[in-house]
Each structure stands twice: as structure tokens, then as C-alpha cells.
């Protein structure tokens, strides 16, 4: 059974197209994450999914019940959803510890008032107001009340965005083993995708003109990007354009094999940074070879920016990621490698 269902969707706000032929399906109990920019619709079908928008074209079934679509429409506070957007929503006039009892009090929880505090960080605010706290308190409380209220259905609208990085990653890895542990189907959206992959089952990719590009695992999206669009969605990658003669693409940085549907054809190349691997060489190197212009330790891995010349002698400008002990000097000559399996090839 699928807790959330949606067929055939569109919508526009002042005769703007913002959602456009919308299919998207939640099994219960799991995750699911809709990734995209600004602008793309993300928070509207939120909306519309929470009954705080009538549906103009489509139809939207929560538990194979039929509840939106032009003629029908079930009232919000009918709907067993939680859902927490980016104001927060927070009861003013009640303290953190009032916010998060009041979910508890209201029903039989799983959870206790300890399990809660635990979760958003916040040991010595408990006693203050929404009003006293930041932006990054106020989101975890309002995030940590959502989910102990255990709605059927959970929304939420960019959750972690106003957190720092290091909060971020703590508070999201504890939300979603509270939220494995609750067994609430769950609809996020967000535009991070690193954030969509660590904490969903399943990812629908939206794009700026709100229409569904491509849906599938974390695995699946990032390791078999339909088109370009998606391949640059998950980080940067280096971009190349060739044809494809003979069943190989020539790029700056080396040949490319191409599938033979493509041959003949004019296509773009998408290859991650850690795709590039890079090996120190003397000069002259043989084979393809880069010229480091600068190399920085990020922590995890080193960035390599290199230098390469394309078939008219004009400088291309490669990004490489390299174990972090590797560290070039500048104007030193590197020789170049291509992962195939960080290698994605696109009709143009």
C-alpha cells in the first residue's frame, strides 16, 4: 500500500506553470525525498498534499483514498499529517519543554520527554521561549515535535536548512534513526542533494519547470544519471563536448568509448572530480598530461586544479579529487587517468 500516491498533478499560481504532469508514490513507512532548486514547485506540492491547496489538474490518495483532485477535496485537519515548513510554527506562548509536551500529552507516544531532548540538543533551553532561541533551536524543536506526535504522514520542507554544518549532520543522522524507529511514512523535500541521499528511500528529481526528470534509489540516480541535468545535480563534474566517431569521443583529458547508439552524434561529457586520477610524472609526460595550477588539502580528499589543452591548443581547466596526501606542486605535470565508472555520456 502506498501511504501517499499522486497522479497526474499540475498546478499553477497567477497562470504560471509551476507543476507540470506530477506521478510520484510513498510506500508506508518509508522515506522519500523530492530534490530540487528554488523555485520548482517543491513547496507546492507539500501544500497540496496537506490539503493547504486545492488540486486543479490530478488526483492525490492517501492509503488508496482519494483525498484531492478537482472535485474533491479532504480538509487538512482530516488528513493525519504532520508537517513542519520553514516558519517552524512553534507555540509562542508555550516554552520548549510546553511545545514538545503538548504532542505528548495530546496521545499515547512511544516516545518520552528524555528521548526528545536528546534528540535536538538542547538541554538548557528547555525553559526558555521560541522567541529566545535561534533558528537552528527553533527548527529542532519544531522538527523533534512533528515526529513524536506520529502522524501517518510526515512533511517536511527543508528541515536541517537553517543549522550549521557540523549540527547538521549530528541532529539529521539522530532524526532519521527516530524516524526509522517510528514507522511514519515520511515526504521530504529539500535542494541538498547529499541530504536526499543520506536520509531517503527513494529520490524524485524536480527541475526548475516542476517536472519530475528521473525517480529511483540514491544508488540508482547518482550511478545511472538519465541526462545531464541529473549527473551535475549531485556535485560538480568536469564538463567535456565531442562526437563520437568510431565509437569514441575524444576529450582533453583523454578517449571516452561510447555506447553505438551514439555514434555520430554530437554529446556532453560528465566526468566527477574523483573520476580524474592523476599521477605525479616528469616532464615530458607520456600521454595525456595536465599542468597542476593549484592543489589544497579539503580535509578527506585533495583538490587538484589542473590545466589541459583541447585539439586547438586552447587551455581547458580540469577539477581533480586525489587522496589527501597527494599534493602536487604548482606548474608540475600530473598524468591523467578517466574512471569510466565516474563517467556519464550524454546526446547534446
Do not use: W
Not at 22 to 51: F, M, Q
Not at 87 to 100: G, I, Q, R
Not at 328 to 348: C, H, L, M, N, W
Amino acid at each position: 500500500m502506498f501511504a501517499v500516491k499522486i497522479e497526474g498533478l499540475s498546478h499553477s499560481i497567477k497562470e504560471k506553470n509551476v507543476l507540470k504532469n506530477i506521478h510520484l508514490e510513498l510506500e508506508k513507512d518509508k522515506i522519500v525525498c523530492l530534490l530540487g532548486p528554488s523555485g520548482s514547485g517543491k513547496t507546492t506540492l507539500l501544500k497540496l498534499i496537506a490539503g493547504l491547496e486545492k488540486v486543479q489538474k490530478g488526483k492525490i490518495f492517501f492509503n488508496d483514498k482519494l483525498v484531492s483532485s478537482e472535485n474533491i477535496h479532504l480538509k487538512t485537519e482530516q488528513r493525519q499529517i504532520g508537517f513542519l515548513f520553514q516558519d517552524y510554527a512553534l507555540f509562542p506562548h508555550l516554552t520548549v519543554k510546553e511545545n514538545l509536551n503538548f504532542p505528548l500529552n495530546s496521545k499515547n507516544s512511544n516516545y518520552s520527554l528524555d528521548d526528545i531532548i536528546n534528540l535536538i540538543k538542547l538541554p538548557n533551553s528547555l525553559d526558555k521561549y521560541p522567541h529566545q532561541l535561534s533558528g537552528g533551536e527553533q527548527q529542532r524543536v519544531a522538527l523533534a515535535r512533528s515526529i513524536i506526535a506520529q502522524p501517518d504522514l510526515l512533511l517536511l520542507d527543508e528541515p536541517f536548512s537553517s543549522l550549521d554544518l557540523n549540527l547538521k549532520e549530528e541532529v539529521r543522522d539522530e532524526t532519521l534513526h527516530l524516524l526509522q524507529k517510528s514507522n511514519i511514512s515520511v515526504f521530504i523535500v529539500t535542494h541538498d542533494p547529499f541530504e536526499a541521499m543520506f536520509i531517503s528511500n527513494k529520490i524524485y528529481i524536480i527541475n526548475s519547470n516542476g517536472e519530475i526528470v528521473q525517480s529511483g534509489s540514491p544508488n540508482e540516480l547518482y550511478n545511472n544519471p538519465i541526462n545531464s541535468y541529473v549527473a551535475g545535480f549531485f556535485g560538480e563534474t568536469n564538463i567535456f563536448h565531442s562526437k563520437v566517431i568510431n565509437g569514441k569521443a575524444i576529450t582533453p583529458i583523454g578517449t571516452i568509448n561510447a555506447p553505438t547508439q551514439l555514434e555520430q552524434k554530437n554529446v556532453v561529457i560528465h566526468v566527477r572530480p574523483q573520476g580524474i586520477k592523476l599521477s605525479k610524472e616528469s616532464t615530458p609526460v607520456n600521454g595525456v598530461k595536465g599542468t597542476v595550477m593549484a592543489s589544497k588539502m579539503m580535509g578527506s580528499f585533495s583538490f587538484v586544479h589542473l590545466s589541459v589543452l583541447n585539439s586547438n591548443n586552447e587551455i581547458i581547466h580540469v577539477h581533480s579529487h586525489m587522496p589527501a596526501n597527494f599534493i602536487p606542486s604548482q606548474s608540475s605535470a600530473v598524468g591523467i587517468e578517466i574512471d569510466k565508472e565516474q563517467t556519464y555520456i550524454f546526446t547534446s
